[in-house]
Every structure is written in structure tokens, then in C-alpha cells.
């Protein structure tokens, strides 16, 4: 009986030892992408205990040892592991990749499908497959809504404007706020291969988080972590050649003698009269230039000589364990310009590192340097020496050897090779340091708590000595050349510092429930900003040696400045999102914020901004289910919110400012004295951006993904300088007065397929926004010359005289209204708008708006075998631009003694009535007024980018001790298709031929992985 009863026993020990329980931790990615699956139920099979994973698609749960698990998250097929062991590795197969995203939104993260914003998120593939100098430069057309307009491709500032469903202020700031890891930076600091993902919110309800700073949208820039899965190399570089994309041709010297003698007859009325005698003329004519006498030189040609090389190298090391990992990007970057003197080198060096100390308890860091240096010449700007080189006539002498520089034909003595090459360096160097870190504590299951401090430090300083150089005259007799003079005849040195510290206090909580058919997360947070700036600068000039530019070696006339700001934010905010049987969702954002740009006396400074959206995932209801088959995904979704906008251009608007300088007679001493500039207004408070949108997100046959947005932007309370009577003696304070409206609509479809091997996607965007200005209360309108805006007109819109032709006779002449200038057959002929007879300043009218409409782009991916190919295109449906100044008045005199272009060539004469251009004068006069003569629609299609890859094969790249290797050619703005002015680029606005142009790029490129 013992021995039974010890057997019995013996066995129920066994067996309970057997079914011990064990705690199980695990990780829950995509298969695809590896991205982690948040909120994705694990249930110990035939019970209902389990857990769902937090926002790094974690989990731990405590199981018998063996059981079984069930991993389920919507969008993905249900897979069953063994609890086994203690760490669990699943991936989850997508039954629609895009869905299952996981997308970064303010302070946290979500899955697309639960989504109630306007949202747009982008993964490194999409970016790196444009090789461009300055990375906010891949945002253009990726995004439905977002515009993105290069101006310049100088090296090192061809930074591009970015405005999100239209502009969101007058005088105040437009635009986004990029955030790099959460920290407020430049994307520009960022090299494209150190970016894991871009996402861009658009709407109230994605943005009203981040309260005064997101009036006009937000960038949140992710930069890579460390795996787990070991030691990861790659390297990345390419080689571009730019060139010029767009240059207006020139006429030759003999045409611009010919020209100028047409145009001295059209004005003194002499058919004899000339500027160039023909026995010059016919000199020309009959011999070669010789560079002593004769001299026919292509400025631009002559001056565009820089090598135009830019090349990137990147290195990443991804290295990391369970416990620990750790993301490094080191690269460098050099772009040399299109003329001499002219560069810009980047070497940023990214440290992220991750240490897990607990189950509870983890440490994340970034840490960045970078330095930057941009180079030009130090005599004139870039811009200004290719408007001079585009502008001189072809007679003027440029270059007799080494430094020996003629005088380009001008009074001053200017010459655009000796400005480029001679006259000394402007060097700016910008080195910045960023430190972050951030605890993020698990104290309870579904509850994080975070904080995080982060300062970031950029020192930029410029130094520029202008020098020098020699000018030279050809003596024809001897046939040698004279010394004449020094240009500009004196030297001079000024030298730049400036400290500026950025440092953000961030603590927030995160708490997810899930139960049935409910799910939940709340967040709330308080973060501080502070940002303190100051700067040094001192001049000199008359150095004796100008191999030695140091300020203490200057002579007697010297000058010095200083400044110093302070500006600090603080904010309360908070989110909710609800979900229901994954069919209906809720999100209620709000911020209570508070900025030290407004009057705290008043009761200024505090803020608070709110969202509130919906969803309904129409495909998830049973009565849908079945009936349209093809749609395996359809959402509604609307918001409404109220932001704030607090980037005042002065940083103390609530008080009156003071300028020295007006020195007073007193006690018998000159005193230096302070005065009164401004007036204050204690009043001012933030602008406000009250937003609506309505979405439409559908998923045919897992396929094709469709969304469309409507959406409407009324910014009120502008900021404007109200007009005060002149005899108060004080500028204008700042009034919150104005009103606009952005409305706009956006479509974007993503078509993905295969043919046998042939994987193929084509993306396609569309968006249109509508600018109007509503109120402007006490100020009729606000002038800035060619541009005015009005209410019932879009803001800054072209503003002048309409053209209506030429005048093609005395007769003409005598039969039209009578004018505001004498006029002559082939001029400028304008409208009398107002019919009162007569044409003059009140028959101004708008003429032309000079906002984009209807912006689009279309991305093509082909993948066949080792090979891949990327094509990308870009354009505007319609856009009036302006051109003016030496882009397009023949003979515009501007610091320089002018030519003509050869488009000028097609002039008024009686014989050519329907010229482009009005009939041919010395000076432009009357014909360069402000009128639609000149405005011209610039819309465009841009082939963006080509980009051809190849990989070596599999088992090659093994031998040779790498994981991957591909190698790829590609090319930037190849062409562009426009009916704007020939040699001038669409995409630059009112252009007067004082642009850098945008670059045509062709690269060859690789990335190795190991």
C-alpha cells in the first residue's frame, strides 16, 4: 500500500513538474519590412489568457511550458509557435502590407489602419534613390499637398522651400517643423542613408499635438537603431558631374553691335545714328577675335569652369544584442560649384545607441556632430556674377593671362572672372553638436513612461577678405596690355561668430488597453524649449598685406556689431485614441502651450489647441463584407482642429525697441544716444490655422491603394504692421489683424503587380490648393512692389498694368486712350481697365498668381532579376511666374553696362508685329512697368530622376566576403518640358537672371552591405 501510494505520488509529482509554468518574452515583427506589430494579440490557445504587444511589439506572458500561442493582428494571418522557449522570434505575414504599417505620429506611433489624419510616411528606399547635396530635397513630389520649391542650386544653399497645403502666414513663418528624432533640427543635417523613415503630417487632427509649432505642418525625420541580429556594414557613395540645367543663350559681338545701333536709331528717331561705327562692325565681321582688339567672349562659358563634381561616402555599422545595440553613421560630402571659389563639404558623424537594462527599464541616446563649410567668392555673391556674366556684351574684354583681368567693358571695372577667381574667399563653417537622451521606464504591463533631455549647439561663423585684383587695358599699338587700376581699390575683412543652444525637457506617459473588442491608448506629456542665440561680428579694411587677413592688422576704419535673443516654449499635451471592433476610431488631440514671444502682463502667452477625428472602416462591417469584393479595404475618416503659429519674425513684438546711433550735444560732450524705433503692442498673440479635412483611404484587390483628401486651412488673427500717422514718429507694432484661406484637395494611388519576374509599382499624385486673402482690417492691401495682396485675392499675387499688345503706329497711337508716358509705335500697349479714358495708375490690376496649382508626380519602380529601375517625375499644371530685370528687358542697365539675349532678338519692327519683345531702346524705360507683358504661365513637367541599378548575384557577393552589392547610374532634372521663357527655369520664381541654376545631375553609384 505504501509503495502504491509512493508510486501515485511520485507519478502527480512528475506530471505537475512537467506543466510548471514558465515566463515567455517575445518580439512581433513584420516579415516584410521587420517592423515591430503593435497592439497584436498572443493567447495561450483554447484559453482566454494572453496579452498584446506594446509599442515595440514586445510582449511577455506567463504559460505553461508547450502551450501553444496564437499571434493575431488585423491586416496579417494568424500564426500559431510552441511556447518553448524563454525568447520567442515572430514574424507575421502581411494580408496587406500597407495596413500593417506602423507609422510615426507626434510622440509616438500607430498602425495605418487606425489612422484618422492626413498622414504621409515614406521608408529609406523610397529617399535614396535621388543623389542630392541637401536632403530636404527628396520631400519634392513624394506627398500629395506638399510643395517643395528649389530656388538655387548653390552648393550648400539650395535648400528648397516647403509649404504644407498652401502657405500659413503673411509676414510670419511658413514653414514646417521638422523634427529629427524628436528633436527640432534641419533635415539638411541629416544624411538620406542614416534615415530609416519620413513621415509628413498634414491635418489638425496629426499635428494639433505639437500646438503652436505645427501650424503649417510637421516633418518627423526617424533616424535607424541598432538590431539584434549581430554586426551589419554597409557603404554607400556616388559621384555626380552637374551641370547647368537652364542658362539663357547669348547674342554674339557682332550681333550685340548691330542690336545697340537699332536700338540708339529707335530712340533718337536718326536713322544714321550708332553706338559701334560699321567699319567696327565689318572689322568684326572679317577677323578672328585676337583677344587684343577684336573679342568676342562667352561670358558664361568663361566663368562656369569649376569641375561641378559632388560626391558622397557614407559608412553605417549596425551592431546590437538583446541587451545592447548601437547605429553609426559616419559620412562626408563634397559638391564643388559651377564657378571658380564656389563649394560645400558636410562630414556628420550619428552615434545611436540602446541599452536595455530590465524587462522595465530602457536607456536610448542620440548622438550627432556635424560641420559644415561653404565657400564662395568674397567680392560678390555667386548669383550676381552669373547675372553679370549672363548680362555683359560679348565686346567687353575678360581675361589676358593669368590675373591679368580686363575691365569688362564698364566704368567700374567689374569683371564677373576677376570677381569669381581673384577677389578673395567668403568661408562659412557651421559645426554642430547634439546630445539626446531618454529613459523609458515599463513599471506595469501597457504602461510606459518616458523622459528625455536633449541640447543641441551650432556655432556657424564667417569669415570674408575681400582682395584686390588687377585690371588691366589692351594697348593696341604695342600689343600688350596696361595696368589701369585695382579693383574694388579697397581691401577689406569682416569677421562673424554666433552661439546658438537649443535645449528640450520632454516627460510623457503611454498607457494602451485592449479588451474585447475596445482598444485604447492615452498619452500626456509636458516638454520645454528653450533657445538662446547670440553673435559677434567686426570689420576692417586698408590691410597692407593681403597675405596676412587678420582684423588687428586693418587699418583706422573699423566696425563692430552684437546681438543677442532669448525665446523659450513650454507645453502641456495629450492624446486619446479609441478603437472599436476595428471598425470605428476616435482621436482627440490637445495642447495648452505657452510662448515667451508674447506678453505675459496680458495674459498672452498661453495657448491652448485642440483636434478632434473619426474614422469608420466601412470594409469591416458585416453587411460590406461580401458586397464588394474587390474592395478588401475602404475608411472614412474627418478632423477639425485649431493650431497655433507663434514664428513671430521679432522675438519681442509686446515690446518697444530702441536704436543707437543718434548721438545728442550735452554739458559740453557728444553723448551717444538711444531712440525709439517701434511701437509695441502688448497685445499681440499667436496666429491661428482652423482646420477641416475629410479623407477616403481604399485597398482594391490588394493591389491598388487609393487617398483622397479635401481639406480647408483659415488662418486668422495675421500678424500685420498696421499704418499709424507719421507724426507719432515710431514704425508700426505688430497687430493680430489679418485673415486667409488655404482650400485644397489631394489624390495619391500606389498600383502594385507582377508580371511572371517582372515586380513593377506606379505611384501617382495629384493636389491642388486655392489661396484667397479674406480680411485685412484698417490696410486697404499690402505692397511689395510687383506682388500685392488684397482681400478676394490670393496673397501675393503679380500686381501692375494689362498688356494688351503693341502699339503698331502713329495711328494706333492717336486712336488709343492717352497714356501715362509718351509712347512710341512697338511699345508696350495697356489697358484702360477702369474705362475712364485714359490710362494710369488706377487701371493696375492683378495680373497673374504666383502660387503653384495643381502639383503632380509620378514614381515607377521595375524589378527584374539582379536588375531594378526607378523613374521620376515632377511637374505643375499651372503657375505664373514673373521674369524681369536682365532675364528680360533687352539692355537693362543694373550695375553693368548691358547686352541682350538671343531671345531678345525677336523685337518689335514693323515688319514683325507679333514680336516676343517690344521694340529695341539703349535703356528699357517705360517697357520694364510692372505689367502682365511679362508674367507668362511657367507650369512644367521635370523628369525628376532616373535611377538604374544592377546586384551582383548572390553567391558572387558572398565569395567576395559581402552580403549585397549593387552598383547603379542615374541622372537628375534630365529634361523639362515648359512653354516658359527659353533659357530660364520654371521652377525659380520672378526670376531676374540673378539665379544660381539648378543642377542636371549624372551619377554612378554603389551600395555594399557586409
Known sequence: ?????????????????????????????????????????????????????????????????????????????????????????????????????????????????????????????????????????LLQGIAPGVSVWQGSGKPGADAPTINIRGTGSIFSGTGPLILIDGVVSSMDNVDANAIESVTILKDAASTAIYG???ANGVVLVKTKRGGKDGIKVSYNAFVTQQVATNIPEKVSAVEHMELSNVAQRNQTGNPNAYVFPQALIDKYKNSKPD????????????????????????????????????FTSVSYLNQQGLIPNNS????????????????????????????????????????????????????????????????????????????????????????????????????????????????????????????????????????????????????????????????????????????????????GGFQTEELTASSIGASRTDFVNENL?????????????????????????????YVYKDKYLLEVNGRYDGSSRFSQALNQQWGFFPSASAGWVFTNESFFANAVPVIKFGKIRASYGVLGNQAVNDNYPFASTYTSGTDYYFNNTINQGFALTDAANAGTTWEKSTQMDIGLDLVLAKRLSITADYYSRQISDILLKKPIPSYVGLGPALVNLGKMENRGWEFSATYRNKIGKLKYDVTAVLADVKN?????????????????????????????????????????????????????????????????????????????????????????NLAYGIFDLNIFGQGVGSKENYISGTGAYPFYAADFIPSLLAIHKDYWTPENPNASFPRLMPTIGINSTNSSFWVKNSAYFRLKNVNLGAKLPEKLAKKLGMNSARVYVSGQNLFTITQFWKGFDPEINNNSAEFYPLMTTYTVGLNLKF
Not at 498602425?111 to 535621388?130: C, E, H, M, P, Y
Not at 555673391?381 to 547675372?387: A, L
Not at 549647439?457 to 593696341?476: E, L
Open 1 to 137: 500500500m505504501k509503495k502504491t501510494v509512493l508510486t501515485m505520488f511520485l507519478m502527480v509529482f512528475w506530471v505537475s513538474s512537467m506543466a510548471q509554468n514558465i515566463k515567455v518574452s517575445g518580439h512581433v515583427s513584420d516579415q516584410e519590412n521587420n517592423d515591430a506589430v503593435i497592439g497584436a494579440n498572443i493567447v495561450i490557445k483554447g484559453s482566454n489568457k494572453g496579452t498584446i504587444t506594446d509599442a515595440s511589439g514586445n510582449f511577455s506572458l506567463s504559460v505553461t511550458d508547450g502551450a501553444t500561442l496564437v499571434i493575431s493582428s488585423v491586416g496579417y494571418n494568424t500564426t500559431e509557435v510552441i511556447a518553448h522557449a524563454s525568447i520567442l522570434t515572430i514574424k507575421l505575414s502581411s494580408t496587406n502590407n500597407s495596413l500593417n504599417e506602423v507609422v510615426v505620429v507626434g510622440y509616438g506611433s500607430q498602425k495605418k489602419a487606425n489612422l484618422t489624419g492626413s498622414v504621409s510616411q515614406f521608408k529609406a528606399d523610397d529617399l535614396i534613390k535621388r543623389q542630392v547635396g541637401t536632403t530636404s530635397n
Open 212 to 214: 503652436s509649432r505645427a
Open 291 to 326: 583677344n587684343l582688339e577684336i573679342f568676342d567672349n562667352d561670358w558664361v562659358k568663361l566663368l562656369l569652369t569649376n569641375s561641378g563634381i559632388m560626391q558622397n561616402h557614407n559608412l553605417t555599422i549596425d551592431a546590437g544584442s538583446e541587451k545592447a545595440s548601437l
Open 344 to 523: 560645400f563639404n558636410r562630414f556628420d558623424l550619428r552615434l545611436n545607441p540602446d541599452i536595455k537594462i530590465n524587462d522595465k527599464l530602457r536607456i536610448t541616446s542620440n548622438l550627432f556632430f556635424n560641420q559644415t563649410t561653404r565657400i564662395e567668392p568674397a567680392g560678390s555673391s555667386p548669383e550676381f556674377i552669373i547675372r553679370q556674366a549672363i548680362g555683359l556684351p560679348a565686346t567687353g574684354p575678360a581675361k589676358f593671362g593669368d590675373g591679368m583681368y580686363g575691365d569688362a567693358g564698364q566704368s567700374n571695372r567689374r569683371n564677373p572672372l576677376g570677381q569669381a577667381e581673384s577677389s578673395g574667399t567668403y568661408r562659412v563653417s557651421t559645426p554642430t553638436f547634439l546630445g539626446k537622451a531618454t529613459l523609458i521606464f515599463n513599471p506595469v504591463k501597457n504602461l510606459d513612461i518616458e523622459a528625455s533631455y536633449a541640447r543641441e549647439q551650432w556655432f556657424p561663423n564667417g569669415k570674408r577678405f575681400q582682395k584686390n585684383y588687377d585690371v588691366y587695358s589692351p594697348n593696341i599699338a604695342n600689343k600688350t596690355y596696361d595696368f589701369i587700376a585695382k579693383y574694388p581699390g579697397t581691401n577689406s575683412l569682416s569677421e562673424t561668430y554666433s552661439t546658438n543652444v537649443r535645449s528640450t525637457i520632454l516627460a510623457q506617459a503611454t498607457y494602451s488597453y485592449k479588451r474585447g473588442d475596445h482598444e485604447a491608448k492615452i498619452l
Open 549 to 577: 587677413p587678420y582684423i588687428s592688422l586693418g587699418g583706422a576704419n573699423r566696425d563692430n556689431s552684437g546681438s543677442a535673443s532669448e525665446v523659450a516654449l513650454a507645453g502641456f499635451y495629450g492624446r486619446l485614441n
Open 772 to 860: 484667397q486673402v479674406l480680411e485685412l482690417p484698417g490696410v486697404p492691401y499690402l505692397d511689395e512692389g510687383l506682388l500685392r495682396s488684397a482681400v478676394g485675392n490670393p496673397l501675393r499675387s503679380y500686381f501692375g498694368y494689362k498688356a494688351i499688345g503693341f502699339y503698331q503706329s502713329k495711328e494706333d497711337i492717336t486712336s488709343s486712350p492717352p497714356t501715362f508716358f509718351t509712347p512710341n509705335p512697338g511699345d508696350i500697349k495697356y489697358a484702360d481697365i477702369n474705362g475712364d479714358g485714359k490710362v494710369n495708375a488706377d487701371d493696375r490690376t492683378f495680373i497673374g498668381n504666383s502660387f503653384p496649382r495643381y502639383e503632380y508626380s509620378i514614381n515607377i
